[in-house]
């Protein structure tokens, strides 16, 4: 099993900055690729960024794309998003999650553990 705790979350104005983690522990030598995901109110959950746990390829979804980086540090077992120039629809509780078997997955079905999520509000 590998468990996910994210964190960093919180209220940002637009324009502004903001760094979300995800630690991860447990088996975290199956990991084989790592994902963010939000869901907003009344939305699906959808795809935001994800990394190949040790390669560092990455994929994000057009919405974020040249405003959000995703970076992973293996030795301290963390995946981060930096949010820069949020915008109001970036609201969402944003979720960590940890593959198995696929990098740079856009299908919240290829992974297998989730994080609790954070909640970001972002205010215009």
């Known amino acids: 099993q590998v468990q996910l705790v994210e964190s960093g979350g919180g209220l940002v104005q637009a324009g502004g900055s903001l760094r979300l983690s995800c630690a991860a522990s447990?088996?975290?030598?199956?990991?084989?690729?790592m994902g963010w995901f939000r869901q907003a109110v009344g939305k699906e959950r959808e795809f935001v960024a994800a990394?190949?746990?040790?390669?560092?390829?990455?994929a994000y979804a057009d919405s974020v794309k040249g405003r959000f980086t995703i970076s992973r540090d293996n030795a301290k077992n963390m995946v981060y998003l930096q949010m820069n120039s949020p915008k109001p629809d970036d609201t969402a509780v944003y979720y960590c999650?940890?593959?198995?078997?696929?990098?740079?997955?856009?299908?919240?079905?290829?992974?297998?553990?989730w994080g609790q999520g954070t909640q970001v509000t972002v205010s215009s």
């Open positions: 990394i190949r746990w040790r390669g560092g390829n990455v």
């Open positions: 999650a940890a593959s198995r078997d696929y990098s740079n997955s856009y299908s919240r079905y290829h992974y297998d553990y």
């Open positions: 447990g088996r975290t030598f199956s990991i084989y690729g």
